[in-house]
C-alpha cells in the first residue's frame, strides 16, 4: 500500500529566498541600532578639531575626553549619586513590589481586581502627565533638593507589580497548599518558599529598575537645582550648556555612563528573556 508524501506549499528556493530576505532585513535593523552606539564610541575618541568629521575610526585617537570628564568636572560624584539612587529604588521597589504581586496574585480580599487594574491603569499615564502635581507633593512634603526627594516617587512602577503578579499566577498552587500543611503563614510562605522561586524574574526587574533609574532625566532635572545631588543624566545636559561645541566631552561622558549599563545586560540578559516568557509577554 502506497502513501503519497503531502507537497510543501513553498519550494526549497522560495523557503531560502524568504530566510535570506529576513536575514537582509534583521542584518540592517541591527546595523541601524547599533551605528548610533559606534558614532558615539568614535566621537569619544576624537580631538576636537575631528568632532564632526565622517571617518568612523578616529585618525589620531585620544583618552584627553575621557581624562576631561572624570577630572575636569565632579562626573564621579554624579555617577555615585546616580548609582545610590538607582540601587535604593531598586532594593525597596522589590521589596514591596514582590509583596503586592503576590498578594494580588494569591490572597482573596474584597476588591482586589479593581485595586489591580487601578494599579495598572498608572502604567498608562506617562511621567509629563503627572509631574506638576507630582512636584507640589514634594514640595509640600519638604523633599526638595535630597535624595529622599528623588528616590520615593521613583519607588512605585505599575509594571514591575503586574509583571510580578503575572509570574504568581504561573506558580503551581500546590506547592503553597504543602507550605500551609506544614503550618506555614502568609509571611513564611512569602519569605520562604515564593521569594526562593521569584529569583529570575527578580533579576529581570532589577536590571530593568536600575537601567530606568540609572537613565532618569526630568525627574531629577525637576527637582534638584544642587550640582551636589546632580545624577549622571544632567552632567552630561550641563556639558552642552557649558560647552556648547564641545560634543566629544559629551560623547566621552556618554560612553562612560553607557558602560555600567551594557554590563549588566550581557550578564543578565538570559534572567530577563527567561522572565519575560514565564510573565506571558511573548
Same mark, same amino acid.
Given at each position: 500500500?502506497?502513501?503519497?508524501?503531502?507537497?510543501?506549499?513553498? &519550494?526549497?528556493?522560495?523557503?531560502?529566498? =524568504?530566510?535570506?530576505?529576513?536575514?537582509?532585513?534583521?542584518?540592517? @535593523?541591527?546595523?541601524?541600532?547599533?551605528?548610533?552606539?559606534?558614532?558615539?564610541?568614535? %566621537?569619544?575618541?576624537?580631538?576636537?578639531?575631528?568632532? /564632526?568629521?565622517?571617518?568612523?575610526?578616529?585618525?589620531?585617537?585620544?583618552?584627553?575626553? /575621557?581624562i576631561h570628564v572624570l577630572t575636569g568636572v565632579p562626573f564621579i560624584r554624579y555617577m555615585v549619586n546616580s548609582f545610590l539612587v538607582?540601587?535604593?529604588?531598586? #532594593?525597596? +521597589?522589590?521589596?514591596?513590589?514582590?509583596? +503586592?504581586?503576590?498578594?494580588?496574585?494569591?490572597?482573596?480580599?474584597?476588591?482586589?481586581? =479593581?485595586?489591580?487594574?487601578?494599579?495598572?491603569?498608572?502604567?498608562?499615564?506617562?511621567?509629563?502627565?503627572?509631574?506638576?502635581?507630582?512636584? =507640589?507633593?514634594?514640595? +509640600?512634603?519638604?523633599?526638595?533638593?535630597?535624595?529622599?526627594?528623588?528616590?520615593?516617587?521613583?519607588? /512605585?512602577?505599575?509594571?514591575?507589580?503586574?509583571?510580578?503578579?503575572?509570574?504568581?499566577?504561573?506558580?503551581?498552587?500546590?506547592?503553597?497548599?504543602?507550605?500551609?500543611?506544614?503550618?506555614?503563614?502568609?509571611?513564611?510562605?512569602?519569605?520562604?518558599? %515564593?521569594?526562593?522561586?521569584?529569583?529570575? #524574574?527578580?533579576?529581570?526587574?532589577?536590571?530593568?529598575? /536600575?537601567?530606568?533609574?540609572?537613565? &532618569?532625566?526630568?525627574?531629577?532635572?525637576?527637582?534638584?537645582?544642587?550640582?551636589?545631588?546632580?545624577? =549622571?543624566?544632567?552632567?552630561?545636559?550641563?556639558?552642552?550648556?557649558?560647552?556648547?561645541?564641545?560634543?566629544?566631552?559629551?560623547?566621552? +561622558?556618554?560612553?562612560?555612563?553607557?558602560?555600567?549599563?551594557?554590563?549588566?545586560?550581557? %550578564?543578565?540578559?538570559?534572567?530577563?528573556?527567561?522572565?519575560?516568557?514565564?510573565?506571558? @509577554?511573548?
Open positions: 500500500m502506497s502513501s503519497k508524501r503531502p507537497q510543501p506549499y513553498f &519550494s526549497r528556493s522560495q523557503v531560502t529566498l =524568504v530566510r535570506g530576505l529576513w536575514m537582509v532585513v534583521t542584518a540592517i @535593523l541591527a546595523v541601524m541600532t547599533l551605528f548610533p552606539l559606534l558614532w558615539m564610541v568614535s %566621537i569619544a575618541f576624537k580631538p576636537p578639531a575631528e568632532s /564632526f568629521s565622517s571617518n568612523l575610526i578616529p585618525q589620531a585617537p585620544t583618552l584627553d575626553n /575621557f538607582s540601587a535604593t529604588v531598586t #532594593i525597596v +521597589a522589590l521589596f514591596f513590589h514582590t509583596m +503586592a504581586g503576590y498578594a494580588l496574585a494569591r490572597l482573596r480580599f474584597p476588591g482586589r481586581e =479593581v485595586l489591580f487594574l487601578s494599579i495598572f491603569s498608572t502604567f498608562l499615564v506617562s511621567l509629563p502627565v503627572i509631574i506638576v502635581p507630582l512636584f =507640589v507633593i514634594v514640595k +509640600a512634603m519638604g523633599m526638595l533638593n535630597s535624595y529622599v526627594g528623588l528616590i520615593i516617587p521613583a519607588i /512605585f512602577n505599575a509594571f514591575g507589580i503586574f509583571l510580578l503578579r503575572q509570574y504568581y499566577l504561573s506558580l503551581p498552587k500546590e506547592i503553597e497548599e504543602a507550605a500551609r500543611i506544614d503550618g506555614a503563614g502568609y509571611w513564611r510562605i512569602y519569605w520562604s518558599v %515564593i521569594l526562593p522561586l521569584s529569583r529570575p #524574574i527578580m533579576s529581570a526587574l532589577a536590571i530593568l529598575f /536600575f537601567l530606568a533609574n540609572w537613565n &532618569s532625566f526630568l525627574w531629577p532635572l525637576t527637582i534638584t537645582s544642587d550640582p551636589n545631588l546632580w545624577v =549622571v543624566q544632567l552632567g552630561i545636559a550641563n556639558f552642552k550648556s557649558q560647552y556648547s561645541a564641545s560634543w566629544n566631552y559629551m560623547m566621552a +561622558a556618554s560612553t562612560i555612563v553607557a558602560i555600567p549599563t551594557l554590563i549588566l545586560f550581557v %550578564i543578565f540578559q538570559r534572567q530577563i528573556m527567561d522572565s519575560l516568557k514565564t510573565s506571558g @509577554l511573548k
